[in-house]
């Protein structure tokens, strides 16, 4: 069917992929036993060289047949450290416990490592335990353009969506989000990551790396089992396209995650059962730096 020919190639690849490259040698693998396992700290935190708040987000697991959303972790003390010594505090957020932000703004720099560290008295025994990640943010591929073509499949039409950007010599992982008439798609189901086997050191010239569907077939897809992570586009949207260079462990996290909940992120939104991390003292969950290069098309289809 047409939902197999669009979306399940592109899973099939990553997945393909991350099992030829394996997990980064940063990152452990948590095994949770997945019926009555105690709870864990769970710590997702991603921090970016646009000049915000950054933010890091604590909850609580649940056992695999507990359907409840993960209960949120407040009362922590939590510190951003660059190497180079900038130190940033962070304070929970009024009225949205569990999210935690920086006191003042903080971008990050291409190439620099940040620490991460969470004192917090998790399992309530009075004492604070501490909960530490390190992450590098990458160098930045800038994009020099997107578009945005209408194709067809056998009686379906999608959006392709083609970036245009100098590819650097050596591994590299990347992670495009995407933002459609001021709309942000921001779970993890929506990502589109993938490496540079077929980019290498080249410039890449629109290649495809994603689609959307037309949304005046949207009722066609009503009883595809994926239609709930499928995203739909009209004649005239206007898309921004973020790609940013993440490193290897990070990479392999979000595959994870879309296999394991179909991008529902499980540290957030239910069970999970076997995720790398980059969190020591036995929390999981990830920490991540990534800078973001944005460029948007808006969506024809006449070409």
């Known amino acids: 069917m047409i939902v197999q020919l669009l979306y399940k190639y592109y899973i099939l690849t990553i997945t393909l992929t991350a099992i030829l ?19 864990v700290i769970v710590i997702y935190s991603t921090i970016t060289d646009e000049l915000t708040y950054q933010q890091v987000q604590l909850s ?70 501490t909960y530490e990640a390190d992450a590098k943010m990458e160098l930045p591929v800038k994009l020099d353009s997107i578009d945005i073509s209408y194709e067809k499949i056998a009686k379906y039409h999608y959006y392709s969506f083609n970036i245009y950007a100098k590819e650097p010599a050596g591994t590299n992982y990347y992670m ?7 709309s942000v798609y921001d779970r993890i189901s929506k990502y589109v990551i993938f490496d540079d086997l077929s980019y290498d050191n080249q410039y890449i010239n629109g290649s495809s790396i994603g689609y959307f569907f037309d949304d005046t077939e949207r009722d066609e897809y009503k009883d595809a089992d994926d239609y709930n992570t499928m995203t739909f586009i009209a004649d005239g949207d206007v898309v921004k396209l973020q790609l940013s260079n993440i490193g ?56």
């Open 248 to 303: 290897k462990g990070f990479y392999n996290f979000l595959l994870q995650c879309q296999e394991e909940k179909d991008g529902e992120s499980p540290f957030f939104g239910g069970p999970l059962s076997n995720i790398s991390t980059n969190i020591k003292g036995g929390g999981i969950g990830y920490f991540a730096a990534y800078s973001i290069s944005q460029k948007q098309a808006i969506a024809k289809k006449e070409q």
């Open 21 to 39: 490259l394996g997990l980064s040698s940063c990152t452990e693998s948590i095994e949770l036993d997945t019926d009555d396992a105690d709870p």
């Open 176 to 182: 495009c989000k995407y933002i459609v008439n001021d």
């Open 60 to 129: 609580s697991s649940t056992g695999y047949f507990d359907g409840n959303k993960n209960a949120k972790v407040s009362g922590a003390t939590i510190t951003i450290t660059s190497d180079k010594g900038d130190l940033y505090n962070l304070e929970e957020v009024h009225n949205t416990p569990g999210t935690y932000k920086t006191t003042t703004q903080m971008a990050g720099i291409p190439g620099e490592n940040y620490h991460l560290k969470v004192m917090v008295d998790f399992n309530n025994d009075g004492i604070n335990e």
